[in-house]
């Protein structure tokens, strides 16, 4: 089932998420569900949050649906580690037609839990890295325009403002 995405500002995009407590059918359905939005709005990771699901979740699959060895699920995720860095283009399906430049660490490890619940580390680098990040700031409440400069954000700000008034936001 597809979900529906919900864009900026809605305020659950900016509430940490809840720990994942319960590892059962409940859960492994908002999972399924959320990669077939992912794939659908033609993404790379999807976090709970913005499916309106405050929760510490989220998707992520770089060969949008065509590897299956791709699919990652992380539940309560965390860095551990991280260094490096890149600065490259980055969106977010929260943010529709918005593409921006973000600071990030270019290799990241991170912790999480599988659909089982059971705990794996996992390291990341580059697109992959970012995506870690982009998402892991979801389930804390982040969104990538405070990880912009000032000035981008206030012109990324003024767009969305501008495409809000014409109705298409
Ligand atoms: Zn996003």
């Known amino acids: 089932m597809i979900l529906k995405i919900v864009k ?13 407590t319960e590892f059962d ?12 939005t992912t794939y ?6 999807l976090a709970a949050p913005q499916v309106g699901v405050s ?7 770089m060969s949008m649906g065509k590897k299956p060895k791709d699919k990652l699920v992380l539940i309560n995720p965390e860095i551990i580690s991280s260094e490096g860095k890149q600065y490259e ?3 977010c399906l929260s943010f529709p037609e918005i593409r921006e430049k973000v600071a990030r660490h270019a290799k990241v490890r991170i912790r999480a839990q599988d659909e089982k619940g059971k705990w794996f580390e996992m390291d990341g680098e580059d697109v992959l890295a970012r995506c870690f990040q982009h998402e892991i700031d979801h389930v804390d409440g982040m969104l990538f325009i405070f990880r912009m400069s000032a000035l ?18």
């Not at 659908?40 to 990771?45: H, L, R, S, T, V």
């Not at 929760?55 to 699959?61: A, E, G, P, Q, S």
């Open 152 to 169: 981008k954000r206030d012109l990324v700000l003024r767009k969305i403002r501008k495409m809000q008034r014409a109705g298409e936001w």
């Open 55 to 61: 929760k510490r979740l989220t998707v992520i699959d």
């Open 8 to 20: 900026y500002p809605d305020p659950v995009l900016s509430r940490p998420g809840e720990p994942v």
């Open 40 to 45: 659908a709005e033609q993404g790379i990771g």
């Open 89 to 91: 283009d980055e969106g």
């Open 25 to 36: 059918a409940e859960l492994r359905k908002l999972v399924t569900n959320m990669f077939e």
